[in-house]
Nanobody, 124 residues
Framework: VQLQASGGGLVQAGGSLRLSCTAS????????MGWFRQAPGKEREFVAA????????YQSDSVQGRFAISRDNARNTVYLQMNSLKPEDTAVYYC??????????????????WGQGTEVTVSS
């Protein structure tokens, strides 16, 4: 599975961005998908995840109410809509895929495949 993330950029605080992650292969619809981020000098942290069906979604406390994850299985794509962005949201954002289809995870080790990352910078 190859994942290609896009949509990052520079935005002012309070603005919005939508990240996209497109997967290769025919089994995308069976994967749980997640978004993580890593700021300079910090560990990679969980942002949001979505079950293979799209029925269940999860967000970290730090983005709850501001970010939303969704997916389009027909397009092999998962999205992260980011609203009310803050300077502390500045990071490289990574999408990830869990092919095992069990519990939706919020840890790095729960995911087997990773995209290359897309950089988000929020200016104050």
């Amino acid at each position: 599975v190859q994942l290609q993330a896009s949509g990052g950029g520079l935005v002012q605080a309070g603005g919005s961005l939508r990240l996209s992650c497109t997967a290769s292969g025919r089994t995308f619809s069976s994967y749980h998908m997640g978004w993580f981020r890593q700021a300079p000098g910090k560990e990679r942290e969980f942002v949001a995840a979505i079950s293979w069906s799209g029925v269940k979604t999860y967000q970290s406390d730090s983005v709850q109410g501001r970010f939303a994850i969704s997916r389009d299985n027909a397009r092999n794509t998962v999205y992260l809509q980011m609203n009310s962005l803050k300077p502390e949201d500045t990071a490289v954002y990574y999408c990830a895929a869990d092919p095992r289809g069990s519990t939706v995870g919020s840890t790095v080790v729960a995911y087997d495949y990773w995209g290359q990352g897309t950089e988000v910078t929020v200016s104050s």
